[in-house]
Nanobody
């Protein structure tokens, strides 16, 4: 059974940082694109960042570019999202998504596996 488990969410003040982790089990994702999405209250889920498999090409939403960094450790089958300079508009449930093939993509429908999400709350 394939599972993606997110961790690292929490409450942080504006300007602070958090590091999210997504640990995958049940299969390896080392050759596949992994991504992060988020859903704020009352809004649709939106793309945040993704990283391709072995080459590690990254893609970011404009709203997080320069503040967030996605990375992966294929030996640990884990993807990370380092979030700096957080502001209240970053408050959302953050979801890890797995296996969008071998290209970087922003579409939710391209990802085959999803975690349960981790809450990130940024206070002003």
């Amino acid at each position: 059974q394939v599972q993606l488990v997110e961790s690292g969410g929490g409450l942080v003040q504006a300007g602070g940082s958090l590091r999210l982790s997504c640990a995958a089990s049940g299969r390896t994702f080392s050759s596949n694109t992994m991504g992060w999405f988020r859903q704020a209250p009352g809004k649709e889920r939106e793309f945040v960042a993704c990283i391709s498999g072995s080459v590690g090409i990254t893609l970011y939403a404009d709203s997080v570019k320069g503040r967030f960094t996605i990375s992966r450790d294929n030996a640990k089958n884990t993807v990370y999202l380092q979030m700096n300079s957080l502001n209240p508009t970053d408050t959302a449930v953050y979801y890890c998504a797995g296996d969008a093939g071998r290209v970087v993509v922003t579409s939710e429908s391209s990802y085959a596996y999803w975690g349960q999400g981790t809450q990130v709350t940024v206070s002003s």
